[in-house]
C-alpha cells in the first residue's frame, strides 16, 4: 500500500495539533507496512534541516518539503477583495513550484491513495487527476469558513465586519463547491461536528437536487492517542495550567479571554494560586507583560512536559473556535490533571461532565468550576484519577489503530 499524504504545512517538528495528526497517521500506516510519502510546504526562510531528523522518524516515509510564501500583502488583500471572488484562504496556498515538484513526484511514483491535508490543497487536485489513477482522500483538520467566522466576532467598526462576512462568505462557497462537486472518494473529519456540518451539505444539495454531486463517503476517523508515562506521578502541587502557543491568533485570542474574564476574577479570590503557562514564545504587547502579580508564571518550553503535567492538579483548556481535534485535552486527561473546557474543546472526544472533566459552557460557570477545583482539592484528585483511568481505557479499547489502518487497506482491496 502506496500513500502520498500532501499537506500544507511540513508536519515536523510536531508543534501543532495539524503536525501531531498527521505524524501519528504516518506512524500508524508505518507500523501496518505501508509505504508513506510526505509532501509538505514550509514558508520561505523556515526550511527544515532534514539531517536533524532523530532515526526514528526518517525510517517510517520519505519526506518533501518545498518553499512557498503565504503571506498576504495589505495590496494584494485589497485587490482580491475588490477585484476577485476569489478566496485567498485558497489562493495563498497555491504556487507553480510546489504544483512542478507535485508533478514531479506523480510521474516518479504510483500511489494507491493520495491523501490532501486541508481544504485549502484543493487547486492543485487538477493535476493529481490528471497524474494518480488510484483514490483521493480529503481530510479536514479544521474548515477555514469556521475560522474567519470567529474573525468576524473579533472585527471593529461596520466596515470591517461588512468585509470580514463577504471574505468568509466567498471561503463558505468555494468550501462547499470543493465537498460536493470535486472528484473525491473519501472525506474524513477529525471531529463529529464537522462531520455532521459535511453531511448536512449534502443532504441539503440531494434535497434540492442539485446535479452533478460527487459520491464521496463522510466518515469520522478518530486518530486516538496513546501516551507512554514512566515512573512515579510526581508529587502533584496545587496549580492551573494552561498549555498553547500564542503565536496561533486563535489560541492567543482564547488565552486573553480567558486571562480577563476568569482568571483574574479567580485569582481575586485565590491570591496563593498560581497560572502556569506552557507556551514556547511569549505574547507581544500587554499580554507579555503580566506577571506574578497577576499569578502568572511563564514557563516557556518545558522539557519533561508530561512530568510537568502530572505534577499540577488543573489544567485549563478554554476554546472558543471550533479547532478540530485537541491533542492538549488528551495530554491533560492522560497525566491525571482535572480539566475545565469549554464545548469546543472536546471535539472527537466525548467525555461526561463531572467524571472526566468539568465543561463550562459560559465563562461564569468556568470561574465557578475553576474556584471549586481549587478550593476543594479531593475533587480534583477523583476528576483527574477518573479522566486518567478514561483514557487508558478508551486508546486500548478503541482499537484506533487498528480501524485506521483498516480503512486504508479496504480502499485499495
Given at each position: 500500500?502506496?500513500?502520498?499524504?500532501?499537506?500544507?504545512?511540513?508536519?515536523?517538528?510536531?508543534?501543532?495539533?495539524?503536525?501531531?495528526?498527521?505524524?501519528?497517521?504516518?506512524?500508524?500506516?508505518?507500523?501496518?507496512?505501508?509505504?508513506?510519502?510526505?509532501?509538505?510546504?514550509?514558508?520561505?526562510?523556515?526550511?527544515?534541516?532534514?539531517?536533524?531528523?532523530?532515526?526514528?522518524?526518517?525510517?517510517?516515509?520519505?519526506?518533501?518539503?518545498?518553499?512557498?510564501?503565504?503571506?498576504?500583502?495589505?495590496?494584494?488583500?485589497?485587490?482580491?477583495?475588490?477585484?476577485?471572488?476569489?478566496?485567498?484562504?485558497?489562493?495563498?496556498?497555491?504556487?507553480?513550484?510546489?504544483?512542478?515538484?507535485?508533478?514531479?513526484?506523480?510521474?516518479?511514483?504510483?500511489?494507491?491513495?493520495?491523501?490532501?491535508?486541508?481544504?485549502?490543497?484543493?487547486?492543485?487536485?487538477?493535476?493529481?487527476?490528471?497524474?494518480?489513477?488510484?483514490q483521493i482522500v480529503l481530510r479536514i483538520h479544521k474548515l477555514p469558513s469556521f475560522e474567519l467566522q470567529a474573525a468576524i466576532s473579533?472585527?471593529?467598526?461596520?466596515?470591517?465586519?461588512?468585509?470580514?462576512?463577504?471574505?468568509?462568505?466567498?471561503?463558505?462557497?468555494?468550501?462547499?463547491?470543493?465537498?460536493?462537486?470535486?472528484?473525491?472518494?473519501?472525506?474524513?473529519?477529525?471531529?463529529?461536528?464537522?462531520?455532521?456540518?459535511?453531511?448536512?451539505?449534502?443532504?441539503?444539495?440531494?434535497?434540492?437536487?442539485?446535479?452533478?454531486?460527487?459520491?464521496?463517503?463522510?466518515?469520522?476517523?478518530?486518530?486516538?492517542?496513546?501516551?507512554?508515562?514512566?515512573?512515579?506521578?510526581?508529587?502533584?502541587?496545587?496549580?492551573?495550567?494552561?498549555?498553547?502557543?500564542?503565536?496561533?491568533?486563535?489560541?492567543?485570542?482564547?488565552?486573553?479571554?480567558?486571562?480577563?474574564?476568569?482568571?483574574?476574577?479567580?485569582?481575586?479570590?485565590?491570591?496563593?494560586?498560581?497560572?502556569?503557562?506552557?507556551?514556547?514564545?511569549?505574547?507581544?504587547?500587554?499580554?507579555?507583560?503580566?506577571?506574578?502579580?497577576?499569578?502568572?508564571?511563564?514557563e516557556g518550553e518545558i522539557a519533561g512536559y508530561y512530568d510537568f503535567l502530572r505534577s499540577k492538579s488543573i489544567m485549563v483548556l478554554?476554546?472558543?473556535?471550533?479547532?478540530?481535534?485537541?491533542?492538549?485535552?488528551?495530554?491533560?486527561?492522560?497525566?491525571?490533571?482535572?480539566l475545565v473546557v469549554t464545548p469546543p474543546a472536546m471535539d472527537g472526544v466525548r467525555i461526561v461532565h463531572g467524571e472526566h472533566a468539568?465543561?463550562?459552557?459560559?465563562?461564569?460557570?468556568?470561574?465557578?468550576?475553576?474556584?471549586?477545583?481549587?478550593?476543594?482539592?479531593?475533587?480534583?484528585?477523583?476528576?483527574?484519577?477518573?479522566?486518567?483511568?478514561?483514557?487508558?481505557?478508551?486508546?486500548?479499547?478503541?482499537?484506533?489503530?487498528?480501524?485506521?489502518?483498516?480503512?486504508?487497506?479496504?480502499?485499495?482491496?
Amino acid at each position: 500500500m502506496r500513500i502520498l499524504i500532501f499537506a500544507v504545512h511540513f508536519p515536523y517538528p510536531e508543534f501543532n495539533g495539524y503536525s501531531f495528526t498527521i505524524m501519528e497517521t504516518v506512524r500508524r500506516l508505518s507500523a501496518a507496512g505501508a509505504e508513506v510519502t510526505v509532501f509538505g510546504m514550509h514558508k520561505s526562510g523556515e526550511a527544515f534541516d532534514f539531517t536533524k531528523m532523530p532515526e526514528e522518524v526518517k525510517s517510517i516515509a520519505d519526506y518533501i518539503s518545498v518553499e512557498i510564501n503565504p503571506v498576504i500583502t495589505p495590496v494584494e488583500k485589497y485587490v482580491n477583495f475588490f477585484f476577485s471572488s476569489q478566496s485567498l484562504e485558497m489562493e495563498k496556498y497555491y504556487s507553480q513550484g510546489v504544483e512542478q515538484e507535485l508533478l514531479k513526484v506523480l510521474e516518479n511514483n504510483t500511489f494507491d491513495i493520495i491523501q490532501i491535508e486541508d481544504i485549502q490543497l484543493s487547486k492543485y487536485l487538477k493535476i493529481i487527476y490528471a497524474k494518480h489513477g488510484g483514490q483521493i482522500v480529503l481530510r479536514i483538520h479544521k474548515l477555514p469558513s469556521f475560522e474567519l467566522q470567529a474573525a468576524i466576532s473579533r472585527s471593529k467598526g461596520k466596515i470591517a465586519v461588512s468585509m470580514a462576512n463577504e471574505i468568509r462568505n466567498r471561503m463558505k462557497e468555494q468550501e462547499t463547491r470543493v465537498l460536493l462537486f470535486e472528484d473525491i472518494d473519501y472525506i474524513l473529519t477529525l471531529g463529529e461536528a464537522d462531520k455532521q456540518y459535511i453531511q448536512q451539505l449534502f443532504q441539503n444539495a440531494i434535497k434540492q437536487k442539485v446535479e452533478g454531486i460527487n459520491k464521496a463517503t463522510v466518515k469520522m476517523l478518530s486518530l486516538g492517542w496513546n501516551i507512554s508515562l514512566s515512573g512515579e506521578a510526581p508529587v502533584r502541587e496545587k496549580g492551573v495550567i494552561y498549555t498553547g502557543s500564542l503565536q496561533y491568533p486563535a489560541n492567543l485570542s482564547a488565552f486573553s479571554r480567558f486571562f480577563q474574564n476568569i482568571w483574574l476574577p479567580v485569582y481575586k479570590m485565590y491570591p496563593d494560586i498560581r497560572l502556569h503557562v506552557v507556551s514556547r514564545v511569549k505574547p507581544e504587547g500587554n499580554m507579555g507583560n503580566i506577571g506574578l502579580s497577576e499569578g502568572v508564571v511563564w514557563e516557556g518550553e518545558i522539557a519533561g512536559y508530561y512530568d510537568f503535567l502530572r505534577s499540577k492538579s488543573i489544567m485549563v483548556l478554554p476554546v472558543y473556535e471550533s479547532d478540530g481535534w485537541q491533542k492538549r485535552l488528551w495530554e491533560g486527561m492522560a497525566c491525571g490533571c482535572a480539566l475545565v473546557v469549554t464545548p469546543p474543546a472536546m471535539d472527537g472526544v466525548r467525555i461526561v461532565h463531572g467524571e472526566h472533566a468539568l465543561i463550562a459552557k459560559g465563562e461564569a460557570e468556568f470561574r465557578r468550576y475553576l474556584g471549586t477545583l481549587i478550593e476543594h482539592e479531593n475533587i480534583a484528585d477523583t476528576i483527574g484519577r477518573h479522566a486518567g483511568e478514561y483514557v487508558s481505557r478508551l486508546t486500548s479499547e478503541n482499537k484506533t489503530s487498528e480501524e485506521l489502518t483498516g480503512f486504508y487497506q479496504k480502499l485499495i482491496l
